[in-house]
């Protein structure tokens, strides 16, 4: 399905995330980005509660940095090459060691767009990503997601070239990075159809990517891209992997509660749909009844959009009839 600059745009509305802390001081602004040790050598620079604009430069979600004596590994690069040169200006806080390897979590703009920025300071550099991001990447999205930037941000990421993954990964490798060992899982379609979440063995860190949101309506920004139920079953996958540490693609860095969260959103959202579905009510009918069975998460961001994720997952309850 092509994706058009009008309707991404309204999805990325979705984006703005509501301020909850969870062992972080969620960044408020561009000038505050920092790193948080979250695990020895482990960092997290969170993105800011907000949708990309000219100010922030698609600074949105959270990038990972691992720090070695042999190098750096970055999981997601954020959303233009701006981005990207203030992430590598933080990893030179704390190392002088060249960045080796790249994960990008999925296909979406905010977490692959500044591999700019690394391929030019590192040009040998290994992007990583599940075969489906870059096979949908190199067919033509990868030129929509930067068009929808640079009119968000009204082309204040001038300069962003198109760098894609060069490295295709289909899930359950283990792969070897300056010197430390990353396990990549892949559960099938989840938040999309080619989520990766990188798992760090030696500090039990989990990069779980947007796989895990916290803060915000889950998969609302792109619900078209998502199977609620695939995505509670990568949540549940997730929850059983030897970690304590849970890395989300937005939102604050935690432990159990933070996937946990996700789960119960979801599974209130799908059990309730298929509820009033089997009820007789349209997508339409059951929008209150299914916000006041949320209620619990109104205060997350986009939960005023909450009839449009409905309607998505009223057409996966209906499909599933037919299975």
Known sequence: MKITVRLAMLCLAALSFAGHDHNVTMQEDIKDMSLKKVADNVYVVHGIHAMPDKNNKGFISNSGIVVSDEGVVIIDTGGSLQIGEMLLNKAREVTDKPVVAVFNTHLHGDHWMGNAAIHKAYPDVVIYAHERAIERLESGEAEQWLDIFMQATDKAIEGTQIVLPDTALKGGESIEAAGNIFRIHHTGQAHTDNDIMIEFPDRKTL????????????????????????????????????????????????????????KRFLEILYQSVQRYYDEGLADFEMRDKVADELSEFSDWSGFDQIGRLISYVYQQVEAAEFE
Do not use: K, N
């Open 207 to 262: 990069f779980a990517g947007d796989i895990v949101i916290y803060g915000s309506t889950v998969s609302g920004a792109r619900p078209q891209d998502f199977s609620a139920t695939g995505q509670i079953e990568a949540v549940e996958y997730a929850l059983e992997l030897p970690v304590d540490i849970y890395v989300p693609g937005h939102g604050p860095t935690g432990g159990r509660e933070i996937p946990e969260a996700t």
